[in-house]
Structures are given as structure tokens and as C-alpha cells.
């Protein structure tokens, strides 16, 4: 699953890009930006998300207990930050090429998630970090799921499905109208995934990353009503 960050790093495009509103870090100045951002044009203006959430305060949310035997998902602490760079180059250079954008958001998650109002969920067998994945702010009335990664070993248990649902049940409870994903048909059983969450394929825009050949979105605008 690829995160969108900009190609190079730039503090000039992360101005353009962001602004003072991610500088501020609020979610709900992120979610009234004027211009709808890349995969999210379709999710309609909103009035902020569901309360002022800065970034401190969303990264130490306590998520629900999404358990299944002895895996739990808690948050992201910086005693993780190793665990989410290794997790995710593993499986990115397995399948793909490391791209300077990975680098990038892996290298410094404080700066390109949290501090921007994103979370980072961490699921853990015993005490061993066995996944992870991302939630950043992408536009009005967007969240965006990334860089989700699970141990090898791990795998065929069910730990990304229950990554997925604890960032989706987060970005219900801020009131998001969209999810958007980037991610590769090669990576079958992820799609499957996917679409078994209820995403659906989108019209491809171009991404900084080389890898992304489809573009995945969840709409969760009359969810109640169905």
C-alpha cells in the first residue's frame, strides 16, 4: 500500500502542498482546503471533521480492542518507529523497489503523519510488533490508508484486515466521507482485502510513486441510509 507524500522533499512544495493548516495540524482546517486533493475529488465539502482533532491529540486516541487471539492493534508510540520503517521496506523491496518518497515518510513518521494529524496503528503479538499500517489526512473530508505492512511470519492471520478496520472505525469516528488507498494489482490478496472493506476501484491519477497502478476509494456518505 503506497502513501502519497511529494517525489523530493521540499519545504517550499510542503508549504504548497499543505499549507499553515497542516502546519497547524488540525484535521478540520485540513478538511475545508479549497481545492479537493488527488483520489478525493468525489467526497463532498465538509464542515470540519467531527471536533478539532490536532495531530497530538489523534495520535493518542486509544483505538477500539480490535483483538483475534493474541494480536491487539494499539497506537503508534516512537518506541514503534523502528518496527514501521522495517515492516514496511521489507515488503516494499520484496515486491518493488524502494522509492526516495518510502524513504521519505519512513524515515521521519512524526513529520509526514502525525504531526500533519494522522495516526499510525501498530498490531502486536505478545509484545512483538507484527504490523502496521497509516491514516493521514488527504483533502476534503479525506483520509487516506497507507503503508500497511505485516511480518512475514505473521501473514494469514487476519492482522491486516483487523489494521484496516481499526483506521477505518477512526476515520468514521472523525467524521470522514472518504478513505482513498494506492496500491498494485499484484498485490492480490491486499485488493481482495480491499474490496472485502467495501473499496472501490477509481479512475487512476498520476502518484509520485512508480509502483501504484490502481487507485482504491470508500465512501462512507450514506452508509446509515443503506
Not at 48 to 53: E, M, N, P, S
Not at 71 to 90: M, S
Not at 94 to 105: K, S, V
Request: net charge positive.
Amino acid at each position: 500500500l503506497a502513501q502519497r507524500p511529494r517525489t523530493e522533499p521540499s519545504t517550499e512544495r510542503d508549504s504548497a502542498r499543505y499549507g499553515d493548516h497542516a502546519r497547524r495540524g488540525s484535521l478540520r482546517r485540513l478538511a475545508v482546503l479549497p481545492t479537493p486533493s488527488h483520489g478525493c475529488g468525489g467526497a463532498v465539502a465538509v464542515h470540519g471533521l467531527t471536533g478539532i482533532v490536532g495531530p497530538r491529540r489523534l495520535e493518542r486516541m486509544k483505538p477500539s480492542d480490535h483483538t483475534g487471539g493474541d494480536v491487539r492493534i494499539v497506537a503508534y508510540t516512537p518506541a514503534y518507529a523502528h518496527a514501521f520503517q522495517a515492516l514496511n521496506e521489507e515488503w516494499i523491496r520484496t515486491h518493488f523497489t524502494l522509492e526516495a518518497t518510502d524513504r521519505e515518510m519512513l524515515g521521519d513518521p512524526e513529520r509526514f503523519i502525525l504531526r500533519r494529524g494522522g495516526a499510525i496503528f501498530v498490531a502486536l503479538r505478545g509484545v512483538e510488533p507484527v504490523g502496521v499500517c497509516a491514516l493521514a489526512p488527504h483533502g476534503e473530508g479525506c483520509l487516506e490508508l497507507a503503508k500497511m505492512a505485516v511480518a512475514p511470519a505473521a501473514r494469514g492471520l487476519g492482522i491486516g484486515e483487523k489494521l484496516a478496520r481499526a483506521a477505518l472505525e477512526r476515520a468514521r469516528a472523525l467524521g470522514a466521507r472518504r478513505v482513498f488507498l494506492e496500491s498494485n494489482t499484484k498485490l492480490g490478496p491486499a485488493i481482495a482485502l480491499y474490496r472485502k472493506l467495501g473499496f472501490r476501484e477509481i479512475p487512476l491519477e498520476a502518484s509520485p510513486y512508480q509502483r501504484v497502478d490502481i487507485q482504491m476509494a470508500l465512501d462512507f456518505v450514506g452508509e446509515a441510509a443503506r
